[in-house]
Nanobody, 127 residues
Framework: QVPLVESGGGSVQAGGSLRLSCVISGAKFNTYSMAWFRQAPGQKREGVASINSHAEITYADSVKGRFTISRDNGAGKTTVYLQMNNLQPEDTDMYYC???????????????????WGQGTQVTVSS
């Protein structure tokens, strides 16, 4: 099991911003697609955004124009960010980082497509 370490969650008011980070160690992950998902209790895990090694990006319609995914392929590790602006109460969820997903154009939004997962970081937005 490869650890993905997420950070950056917290509580903000509506209209605020947060930046999530996910660090995964291992040079091979520089070539893997990465994604952020979110999940509310009792709900399916929902794809938020994905990015592959060529920085090709896709977003869920619900976050387009507000969230930005990016990655930094460093020596021996990969860091993926999710900049979240204009947060709304409906964005309240546990957010998860995922690695080793499908190629660009594949079903990036399906959680089953990813092999490695982080423990999650809570985002709470109050009105």
């Amino acid at each position: 099991q490869v650890p993905l370490v997420e950070s950056g969650g917290g509580s903000v008011q509506a209209g605020g911003s947060l930046r999530l980070s996910c660090v995964i160690s291992g040079a091979k992950f520089n070539t893997y697609s990465m994604a952020w998902f979110r999940q509310a209790p009792g709900q399916k895990r929902e794809g938020v955004a994905s990015i592959n090694s060529h920085a090709e990006i896709t977003y869920a319609d619900s976050v387009k124009g507000r969230f930005t995914i990016s990655r930094d392929n460093g020596a021996g590790k990969t860091t993926v960010y999710l900049q979240m602006n204009n947060l709304q109460p409906e964005d309240t969820d546990m957010y998860y980082c995922a690695a080793d997903g499908p190629a660009f154009g594949g079903a990036w939004w399906h959680a089953s497509q990813y092999k490695f997962w982080g423990q999650g970081t809570q985002v709470t937005v109050s009105s």
